[in-house]
C-alpha cells in the first residue's frame, strides 16, 4: 500500500497533508472544541511542533502531567470477587456455586472508588497507541524523544487498564463542570482515533493520511466556523444546521431535510444571513469544455434555502446567502444577485495570520452588504 503522506515542512513552517499551518489549525480546533479561553495557552507548541500528531501528543501529555500532579479523575466503579468479609451485596448463587460459605469467603459484589476509569483508559490507552504508530516528523531525534516522553507517561499511569478505543465510547463520556481538562484530553483523544480510522479491509492497513485528514478537517472546518460565529457575533442570533421546512401544500415523507450550517438573524434589525461551509478541494470547478465555473450544485443548494423560506417573512424575502470555502493561498470573492438576493461565494486562505483570518471571518458578516437590507 502506498505510504500515507507526511505532514511537511513548508518555508520552516510546519503544515499538515492539507496545507493548513499547524499553529492555525490548532486555533481551529480549539475553537470547534468550545476551550476559546485556551486559545493562547499552547502557542508556542503550536508554533514549534513538526507534525500535527506531534503537537497532540505534547499538549496531551501537559494535560497528563498536570493531572498527575493534582490527582487522576476517580469514580465509583463496579466490582466483584471472594472476600473474607461482607460487603455490598452477597451474590449467593455465585457463593454456593463456589462453596465459598464453608471457607469462611463469599462472593460479593460491590463499589470501588478508583482512579482506573473509563476516561483514564482511554488517555492512557491513546498515549501507547502513539507510540507505534505516531508520526512526528523528519527529525528522528525529536522523534525519538516524544516517543520516550509517551513511553514513560504510560508507565506513570501503572494501574489503568488498556483498552479497545473507538470513537463512540470516548463522546459517550459524562464529564463534570470540573473536567475541563479531561474534554480538552478526550477531544484530542478523539481527533487521534478520526485521523487513524481503519480500513474495511481484512489485516494491518491504514488509510492514506491525505483521505484521512480530509474526512476529518470537514467536521472540524464546519464546528470552528460555527463556534467562531457564536462566540464572536453578540449582536446576532447564530444557530448551526437549523431546520428549514418545506413549503408545501402536499407534503411527502421522502422529501429531504434541509439544515444549512448556520442562520445569522440580527436581533435588533432582523437582518437575515444563511451560511454554507464548503470544504472541498476547489472552489471552482471546470466544466466539459475546461471552463473555470460554480459548483451548479452548491449555487442550487443556497438558492434553495433562500428561496424556499420567502414565504415565512418580508426579511426572509431579502436574506443573504454565503457559501464559504476554504483555500490555501487562493483567493476568491463573488457577488452574484439572484431574484432578490444576494449571494456571496468567499473563500477564506487557511495560511494567512491568524489574526487576518480572524478579521476576513468577522467582515463576512458585520461588513454592511453591496445590497441595502429593506423589507418589503
Not at 453578540?234 to 421546512?245: C, D, F, G, I, N
Request: net charge positive; glycine share 4%; charged share 25%.
Amino acid at each position: 500500500m502506498k505510504e500515507p503522506a507526511m505532514e511537511i515542512i513548508s518555508d520552516e513552517v510546519p503544515i499538515t497533508s492539507t496545507g493548513i499551518p499547524i499553529r492555525n489549525l490548532w486555533h481551529m480546533l480549539i475553537y470547534a472544541w468550545n476551550e476559546v479561553l485556551l486559545k493562547d495557552q499552547w502557542d508556542i507548541e503550536a508554533e514549534t511542533s513538526p507534525s500535527l500528531d506531534a503537537l497532540l501528543v505534547t499538549i496531551l501529555a501537559n494535560l497528563v502531567r498536570q493531572r498527575l500532579r493534582i490527582g487522576l479523575g476517580r469514580s465509583y466503579m463496579s466490582d466483584a470477587g471472594l472476600l473474607r468479609g461482607l460487603r455490598g451485596k452477597v451474590d449467593f448463587n455465585e457463593s454456593l456455586k463456589r462453596l465459598s460459605f464453608e471457607n469462611c469467603q463469599a462472593h460479593c459484589r460491590y463499589q470501588t472508588y478508583s482512579h482506573n476509569v473509563i476516561k483514564n483508559q482511554i488517555v492512557r490507552s491513546t498515549l501507547a497507541r502513539m507510540v507505534q504508530t505516531g508520526r512526528f516528523g523528519n527529525d528522528r531525534t525529536q522523534t525519538d524523544f516524544i516517543r520516550h516522553m509517551l513511553r514513560k507517561l504510560v508507565l506513570d499511569l501503572e494501574g489503568i487498564d488498556f483498552i479497545d478505543l473507538h470513537v463512540d465510547l470516548i463522546r459517550r463520556q459524562q464529564l463534570g463542570r470540573n473536567d475541563g481538562d479531561y474534554r480538552l484530553m478526550l477531544a484530542i483523544c478523539d481527533l487521534i482515533m478520526q485521523r487513524q480510522m481503519p480500513t474495511e479491509k481484512a489485516g494491518y492497513y491504514n488509510m492514506p493520511r491525505l483521505d484521512r485528514d480530509a474526512l476529518t478537517m470537514y467536521r472540524i472546518y464546519e464546528q470552528f466556523v460555527a463556534n467562531f460565529f457564536k462566540f464572536h457575533l453578540r449582536e446576532w442570533s447564530v444557530t448551526p444546521q437549523m431546520a428549514l421546512k418545506w413549503h408545501m401544500e402536499k407534503t411527502s415523507k421522502y422529501m429531504p431535510k434541509m439544515s444549512p450550517d448556520l442562520v445569522f438573524i440580527h436581533k435588533s434589525m432582523n437582518q437575515i444571513i444563511v451560511l454554507d461551509t464548503k470544504f472541498t478541494a476547489n472552489s471552482l470547478i471546470q466544466n466539459r469544455w475546461g471552463k473555470q465555473i460554480f459548483d451548479s450544485s452548491h449555487i442550487y443548494q443556497i438558492y434553495t434555502y433562500l428561496r424556499s423560506q420567502e414565504h415565512v417573512s418580508d426579511s426572509h424575502r431579502c436574506a443573504k446567502g454565503i457559501l464559504l470555502y476554504p483555500t490555501v493561498c487562493e483567493n476568491l470573492s463573488e457577488t452574484i444577485e439572484l431574484q432578490g438576493h444576494q449571494i456571496q461565494l468567499k473563500t477564506i486562505d487557511l495560511t494567512q495570520p491568524w489574526d487576518l483570518i480572524e478579521k476576513k471571518l468577522l467582515e463576512l458578516v458585520t461588513t454592511p452588504p453591496e445590497k441595502e437590507y429593506k423589507a418589503g
